[in-house]
Every structure is written in C-alpha cells, then in structure tokens.
Nanobody, 121 residues
C-alpha cells in the first residue's frame, strides 16, 4: 500500500513563502505523475501544479510565476515552492500520485491527508 505524507503548511503573511513536501512510502515501482491540489472552504478541489515522469510541469493560472513544483525521484518526494503568497492561496493542499505498485498491477491514484496553508495578516 502506498502512503503519502504532506508537510510544510502553516500560517504565513501575505507576500511570504512556504515549501510543501509530499513523501510517498510503501511499495511503488513506477510513479507517473505527482500533483498538488488545493481544497478551499466552499470551493471545488482544484489542481495547483503537477509534474510527470518526464518532469513536464503544469500550473494553474493562479500559480504561474509564483509556485514551482519539483520532484526528487530517489526519495519519491514532490515539493511545491510557493512565493508571494496571497490570501486566495489559503486552503488544504493535498498531494496526488498516480503510479503502479509493480509492473504487473494497474495504475492507481493515491491521495494524502493534506496540509493546511493559511495566508493572513
């Protein structure tokens, strides 16, 4: 079973920075995609940034120019560097992974429990 553990969320002032981490543990042979999603109160869960196995990245328009996603394949960890944070960035940030536990199993989707980011003065 694959487990995702996020960390790095906290209360920060507008204009500040945070670095989120998501570490995947357990039996995972192939990781095809890792992404960060945001769940804000009263809003739908939305993609913030993603990175695939070729290190191609995708960003929400709101994240472009401020956020950077990266991954450490040796550690099965994905990071989200967030700069110039705004109040609208507030929410629970959830890590998402798509991969195979072995070459003979199907591709599965995994979610972490999330880490709270609050941007407020």
């Amino acid at each position: 079973q694959v487990r995702l553990v996020e960390s790095g969320g906290e209360l920060v002032q507008p204009g500040g920075s945070l670095r989120l981490s998501c570490a995947a543990s357990g039996s995972i042979a192939h990781i095809y995609y890792m992404g960060w999603y945001r769940q804000a109160p009263g809003k739908q869960r939305e993609l913030v940034a993603s990175i695939d196995s070729r290190s191609d990245t995708t960003y929400a328009d709101s994240a472009k120019g401020r956020f950077t996603i990266s991954r450490d394949n040796a550690k099965n960890t994905v990071y989200l560097q967030m700069n110039n944070l705004k109040a609208e960035d507030t929410g629970v940030y959830l890590c998402n992974l798509r991969g195979q536990e072995s070459t003979y199993t199907s591709v599965k989707i995994y979610w972490g429990q999330g880490t709270q980011v609050t941007v407020s003065s």
